[in-house]
């Protein structure tokens, strides 16, 4: 449900629009525009914004731990549509067990790395992506050094 005080925004209304049950939060903030998408969601959102409203720019996929507040991950998408010089923020939120979602490397080839990158350093997994293995951490690596809860003395290899 498209949230009041994002409503009169084109974007915003462009996905509502779309989808209905796909945006879950959203604000507008200094200028920025951000939208809470439901996981199951994040795939067809970006495919519409991608091919109807031309942000064919991925810039970022990153990701947030809310450790120990439940849904603890956010995975964060930045998106620019250079032609018509926009920015929107999409989230997603995730919970801290089993943390999964799907690739967006279907409708933009450049996420594979970032998500790679969210996977290797934070754990999150993505369904579907066409190679999802660490990319930043040596392979014999344990544990996702980016969570709050990684100890951060002894050993780990």
Request: proline share 6%; aromatic share 10%.
């Amino acid at each position: 449900m498209l949230p009041d005080s994002v409503r009169d925004h084109a974007i915003a209304a462009a996905v509502a629009d779309f989808d209905a049950g796909a945006v879950t939060a959203g604000k507008y903030d200094r200028g920025e525009l951000t939208l809470e998408i439901a996981p199951g969601k994040i795939v067809s959102v970006c495919g519409f914004l991608k091919f109807d409203r031309k942000f064919v720019r991925l810039s970022t996929v990153t990701a947030v731990d809310r450790y120990p507040t439940e849904p603890r991950f956010e995975v964060v998408y930045h998106l620019h549509s250079v032609e018509e010089n926009q920015r929107v923020r999409l989230k997603c939120r995730l919970p801290g067990v089993d943390p999964v979602i799907e690739s967006v490397s279907s409708v933009w080839r450049g996420a594979n790395w970032y998500e790679r990158e969210v996977f290797d350093l934070f754990g999150i997994c993505f369904e579907h992506h066409p190679d999802l293995r660490r990319i930043m951490m040596p392979e014999g690596w344990e544990g996702h050094p980016l969570r709050k809860d990684y100890p951060i003395t002894g050993s780990r290899v």
